[in-house]
């Protein structure tokens, strides 16, 4: 089988910083080959390397070493179509008002995407918008597409059926495929070439789980909470509390309302029926699905230092950021940082709020295993300190970590384990 994708002896610099040490690899006709490493290691920039989107999008970058795609240069296949990249951050790529549209300007007919093609793509969850963004590379024409971080967008339920797919199209079609993920024990199923980049990501111990202590006070009640939003009914006679120094995990399928229960129960959105109630005053701050957008454009450290003025925090910042593993990046503009390391510093500003329930959505987002221990223990020193931790998650190896979980499914949400607070 002939070769698609040649790397020999590739290095890239940011500044004065060394992101990729003299990575060779060879993906040819039919391979599925898989990238595993720690969280912000620049597997996502070997990705943007090997595509041509670095050299073509970003500044800053200096790459050395041999790139060939068919035998060209990564800027000229990108150009002649021979390349296509599933970005980790879904919301910056869309130019039309629907996926149909989407395809329509990219020619592509057709896409595989098991949801309304003409649905407005503001109203589609992340899961949808990365599935779309998957399927249309695939229809693209491309011979090569790199796809980073499927697992973080696409639901516990579905990701095998997706991976099963890409598989056998990567061998039907004769394509290469270079694939992104920290959840090594499902890719590397449907890979047949593995690659390595920075820390061993297999050396992680046994998971944390979260400990339960006595919840004293309930902080938010939802009582038959029913939302319809642009005539979809989405929440269907909710009933969840959550409590001080409790952890709660809601999960459920890609588009299922998950984000739009954490939202209502935030305040963001007002329920069309039912109650919601917040006790007593308390302050909650929310981590969105993709937080790197509210950050102003500043160092790590400078975000954090002004949030910890905004918020009177008289801690050492840089125990803050050694806490959450951050140490390393404090000089970088947080629009350099990986969507894992962006994940991170939204916690880190959380914590330093002093809020009295921290909501996250999808929190494992760009993160191995060894940053998801680190989380877990992080959300354990929040719960003994009384705070209330909620999170959605379309990971329920991650959920079942929590002492009680909420599924979504047909806009009902059911209790999974744990008791009834």
Not at 104 to 132: E, P, T, V, W
Not at 295 to 321: I, K, Q
Not at 389 to 396: E, G, K, W
Request: negative net charge; aromatic residues 8%; hydrophobic residues 40%.
């Amino acid at each position: 089988m002939g070769s698609i994708l040649e790397v020999d002896d590739l290095f890239v610099w940011f500044g004065e910083k060394e992101i990729l040490k003299g990575v060779s690899l060879s993906v040819g006709e039919g391979d599925v080959a898989c990238v595993f490493g720690s969280t912000g290691s620049g597997k996502t920039t070997l990705l943007k390397v090997v595509t041509g989107v670095l050299q073509e999008l970003y500044k800053g970058f200096r790459v050395e070493g041999d790139i060939k795609v068919c035998g060209l240069g990564p800027l000229e296949a990108l150009r002649r179509g021979l390349v296509a990249y599933v970005p980790q951050d879904v919301y910056s790529f869309f130019i039309a008002s629907t996926p149909r549209e989407e395809l329509a300007i990219l020619g592509i007919g057709k896409c595989n995407c098991n949801f309304d093609l003409d649905r407005d793509i503001s109203k589609l969850s992340d899961g949808q918008l990365y599935r779309f963004l998957l399927y249309s590379a695939l229809a693209s024409g491309a011979k090569l597409i790199a796809i980073d971080e499927p697992s973080s967008h696409i639901d516990w339920w579905s990701i095998e059926e997706v991976f099963e797919y890409v598989k056998g199209f990567a061998k039907r079609s004769g394509v290469a495929i270079i694939v992104v993920d920290h959840r090594v024990d499902l890719v590397k199923r449907y890979c047949n070439i593995f690659i390595e980049i920075g820390k061993n990501p297999f050396e992680c111990s046994e998971t944390p789980s979260l400990r339960g202590i006595d919840v004293s006070k309930t902080v938010i009640s939802a009582e038959n909470i029913h939302v319809v939003l642009n005539g979809e009914h989405i929440l269907k006679g909710a009933n969840i509390s959550l409590g001080l120094g409790e952890a709660v995990a809601i999960v459920g399928r890609n588009g299922s309302g998950k984000t739009t229960l954490l939202n209502t129960l935030a305040g963001i959105i007002k329920p069309s029926s039912g109650k919601v109630t917040v006790y007593r005053g308390k302050k909650i701050f929310v981590v969105p699905q993709n937080p790197v957008y509210w950050f102003p454009s500043d160092t790590v450290e400078g975000v954090v230092r002004l949030f910890a003025n905004r918020h009177r925090f008289r801690d050492c910042v840089e125990d803050v950021l050694e806490m959450f593993g951050l140490g390393n990046e404090m000089h970088k503009n947080v629009y350099s940082l990986s969507v894992g390391k962006a994940r991170l510093l939204s916690l880190a500003l959380a914590y330093i709020s002093k809020a009295d329930v921290i909501i996250v959505d999808e929190p494992t987002l760009g993160l191995d295993c060894m940053a998801r221990e680190s989380m877990l223990e992080t959300f354990n020193h929040l719960i003994e300190d009384g705070k209330a931790i909620l999170v959605a998650t379309h990971d329920l190896d991650f959920a079942m970590k929590f002492p009680r979980v909420y599924m979504i499914d047909g806009g009902v949400v059911k209790q999974l384990n744990g008791n009834s607070n």
